[in-house]
């Protein structure tokens, strides 16, 4: 049965499968604000979802930058939130990681680094921050700044 074939609107359930694709696409294409618009439509119906939080928490860093003050709500406590429910989601440590690393507060990353490598650990650009973080680099030099590539989508 396809009901958009059929000009019907798509039912609850199809819209909330199609929501990580539609996030990643929107997060790709640079469109934050619609992106953070999606997920928070999306938690009303799903609160405790991990990936909408942890999304959420991205795009609102990806939106506030470096400044999370010029709003009521941390990024970081979405992605927190998302690993209460889930402590082994790797979207949620992935995008910690990245915020930290971003931030500076390098003995925090490397936890968050450390963690994530147990639950996926073919993930090489967190090996790579890892080892240049155990190599003693603080990441605050201007050519760690312009290496980071973290601080956006980031690779995989």
Sequence with gaps: KDTKAKGKPASKKETESDTPRNVAALIEAKK?????SVLEDTRVDNPCDPFILASLGWVNWL???????????DPVEFI???????SKNMLALEYKAKILLSKGAN???????KRLLTVEPRAQWAKTALQNLSDGGSGNSAADRKRRFWRNEGDR
């Design 107 to 113: 003995t925090q990353a490397k936890a968050v680094l």
């Design 32 to 36: 934050y604000h619609e992106a953070q």
């Design 80 to 86: 927190d939130l998302a690993l209460t429910f889930d």
């Design 63 to 73: 939106l506030l930058g470096e400044n999370p003050s010029r709003s009521s709500e």
